[in-house]
């Protein structure tokens, strides 16, 4: 029976953990993901789950050793945020690389420095070209579903590529919300049991990982892993239809919010999503039509839905919770006006940086972006290709 | 344990031919000795850190390797046989496997006393199950020669060239065998090639089949970096253990045992002046770098001999 319960996202995660009862989890603590293996080192202290817990000495060994045991057949996961994750970079192309469908917790945190424990998603976007599906959590609930859909994606036949689901630090991680936990053994099903078909202990066929590749073969391995990525985004929907038809919450590549009718659109990933929704119904009732769409699959970039959605706007606003430097805008601006383009969508587009190292995203910030895009409606041009939101100049 | 030279010599290699090794490198020699002491019937996970021993023998689509294996990064061999070795114990525990399996880990001295020192220390310090050596040849041969930790005083090398200023490395090398020792795992042990390679064979043996973390560091001497001629290979090694350069020695359960002890302790100047590296310090005017050199070889050989009391 699913139950209602009160949690927050780090415990949600580490609950949809207990349930794969995966087989090694090598993890290292960092704020705000550090409970996440403390949950979890409690359930193998426990007896609740057989998991091997590898308490290793950085985040760079809990990327390698999850290589390691992905790799030897053994279904892995771990958490981490921010410098943790940047410690692991070069790891993370070796996961994808390898086609090692690890699955990774990562509680998006600023970048140092100044060092910052707060959220915003520099963390992930220094991880986006690394050939990780990269899915964003706006709440509690989507951080725990979206972590029950992580394997039978990564682990897709079609797919065979390392998964990071992503949740805000602090706004979800420790946020505590009313959310449905499903059944164990619903999820344990629905998950179902890891049988990889290469792997280093198959006694009847001895497997090499890793090879040194040079110019001759270098490419072709690049363009089979660009391959797999493209057939994520067909997995990632096959996966949700089958988790709406047991649990019953649907899930998209992304998600419409009152875009039916809308002249103005906000676009954005992650927590501040669910901010958006009630400045967007705020609006609508002064009249203002406008909507929101939330990218939820940020890698492989879901560009058809994404134009697709906007394709009726008269102006549109990227919001990037992540800096660039350069010069232009965020990285989520840079892949919706790329979308927009590819598609010959034409409309007004404007992007903006918010909250970095945890600062709130307001309703006045929200205005003061609907009167940009009034005003390039009419005409005008804003100072710049984009501005911060909130910040003291 | 017997040693038994002809039946060893006689058993199928791990290591096959047609890796691309040069000619005369130690690296090869540890791998394909190393491998020898498995036992009939089990399998292998070998390990590699980056490095020459790897883009030589796992050239995509051709490995060299009859056992399962994987490199991963540089500084991280240890580490990444970690995860090889709980996926074996959990997927064990769960009935998914029932075939016994080794762990056996290479990395060149750049891999594992510098980069891969904190990956190789917690790997050690978590007490898997796994054997880690180190082939050590005394500085970053596969990107060209360079300075590490490892390196001995006054070798010339391409980041402590010899010059107008400069003699070759300022520092004496890392006492990495110590720092493994410090990690109290049941066996820790020094050796290089040696007549029948009755030595290596013992410990490699000692090291596989004993249960948790082990250690091995093989002196592994490299042509290209210590220009010496490529068939001269087993007597630089002679000439390193009889010089108390590289003692032969093992730790079990921490207790210090010397493996062999010269007849007579052949002076430095043996080991260094057939070495192109150490050219420099036989200039007229530089014998002060050769008895510093050999001061230092005294002073820890005479620790050593300290211990093993």
């Known amino acids: 029976m699913s139950r209602k319960d009160r949690l927050s996202g780090n415990e949600a995660v580490a609950i949809a953990m207990r349930q794969i009862n995966p087989d090694v989890m090598p993890a290292f603590p960092i704020t705000p993901s550090t409970e996440i293996p403390q949950y979890f080192s409690n359930f193998v202290a426990n007896g609740q789950v057989d998991t091997e817990f590898i308490p290793v000495e950085s985040e760079h060994s809990a990327m390698s050793a999850a290589i390691g045991a992905e790799a030897a057949g053994a279904r892995t996961l771990t958490a981490t945020s921010s410098c943790g994750m940047a410690f692991m970079w070069e790891e993370l192309y070796v996961a994808s690389s390898n086609r090692l469908p690890i699955a990774m917790a990562l509680v998006n945190r600023a970048l140092s420095g100044p060092i910052n424990i707060n959220a915003d998603h520099s963390d992930a976007m220094g991880a986006r070209d690394t050939g990780w599906i990269q899915i964003f959590s706006e709440n509690n609930q989507e951080a725990y579903d979206n972590f029950v859909m992580a394997y039978p994606i990564a682990e897709h036949e079609d797919v065979h590529l390392p998964i990071m689901i992503c949740q805000d630090g602090f706004i979800t991680s420790h946020a505590v919300e009313n959310i449905v936990i499903e059944d164990d053994d619903d999820v344990k099903k629905f998950v179902g049991e890891y049988e990889p078909k290469h792997f280093l202990l198959n006694a009847d066929e001895p497997l090499a990982v890793g090879p040194y590749s040079v110019t001759n073969y270098y490419m072709e391995a690049r363009r089979a892993q660009a391959e797999a990525m493209a057939h994520v985004p067909g997995v990632v929907l096959e996966v949700a239809k089958k988790f709406e038809s047991i649990f019953g919450r649907h899930y998209g590549l992304i998600e419409s919010y009152r875009m039916e009718d809308a002249d103005y659109a906000f676009v954005l990933m992650g927590s501040a999503a669910g901010t958006m929704k009630e400045y967007v119904d705020g609006l609508r009732k002064e009249g203002e039509k406008v909507g929101l769409v939330k990218v939820r699959m940020f890698r492989p970039f879901p560009a058809k839905e994404v134009a697709q959605a906007l394709s009726h706007v008269k102006a549109v606003a990227v919001l990037d919770r992540a800096e660039s430097f350069n010069n232009v805008g965020g990285p989520l601006s840079g892949e919706v006006l790329r979308a927009l383009f590819l598609q010959k969508v034409r409309c007004e587009a404007a992007d903006y940086v918010y909250g970095l190292g945890g600062r709130d995203l307001l309703m006045e910030h929200v205005r003061s972006v609907l009167e940009d895009l009034k005003k390039l409606c009419a005409g005008e041009t804003l100072p710049a290709f984009y501005r911060y939101l909130g910040v003291r100049e | ?93 769960r009935g998914k496997i029932d075939d016994t399996y080794k762990f056996i880990t290479f990395g060149g001295d750049g891999g594992t006393y510098d980069i891969g020192l904190q990956s190789l220390s917690g790997a050690a310090e978590r007490g898997h199950d796994f054997t880690y050596v180190c082939y050590d040849n005394g500085a970053y041969m596969n990107t060209g020669i360079q300075r590490s930790s490892a390196t001995p005083m006054y070798a010339d090398t391409t980041t402590t060239p010899t010059g107008k200023e400069s003699n070759g490395k300022p520092q004496p090398r890392k006492d990495l065998t110590q720092i493994m020792v410090a ?47 490529t068939e001269d290979l087993m007597e630089i090694c002679r000439l390193g253990v009889e010089t108390c350069y590289w003692p032969l020695f093992e730790v079990v359960n921490g207790h210090w045992i010397l493996t062999y002890e010269p007849k007579e302790k052949l002076p430095i100047e043996d080991f260094l002046r057939p070495q192109g590296r150490f050219r420099h310090m036989f200039k007229k005017g530089n014998e002060y770098l050769i008895e510093a050199f050999q001061k230092e070889v005294d002073k820890r050989w005479n620790e050593l001999l300290e211990k093993c009391e």
């Open chain 2, 183 to 229: 990690h109290n795992i049941p066996y820790v042990a020094q050796t290089t090639f040696l007549g029948n390679f009755r030595d290596l064979y013992l410990k490699s043996e000692k090291a596989i089949y004993t249960e948790g973390p082990t250690f091995l560091n093989i002196m592994a001497p490299c042509p290209r970096g210590w220009r010496y001629n």
């Open chain 2, 1 to 93: 344990m017997k040693f038994n030279f002809k039946e060893i010599t006689s058993r199928d290699d791990h290591l096959a031919p047609g890796h691309r090794l040069c000619a005369g490198c130690g690296a090869g020699i540890a791998v394909r000795n190393v491998l020898k002491t498995l036992h009939e019937g089990d399998h292998a996970v070998i390990g590699n850190a980056t490095g020459c021993l790897e883009v030589s023998t796992y050239m995509y689509p051709y490995t060299a390797y009859t056992d399962s294996y994987i490199h991963n990064a540089f500084e991280n061999a240890g580490s990444t046989m970690s995860g090889v070795e709980t996926a074996y114990r959990v997927l064990k525990k």
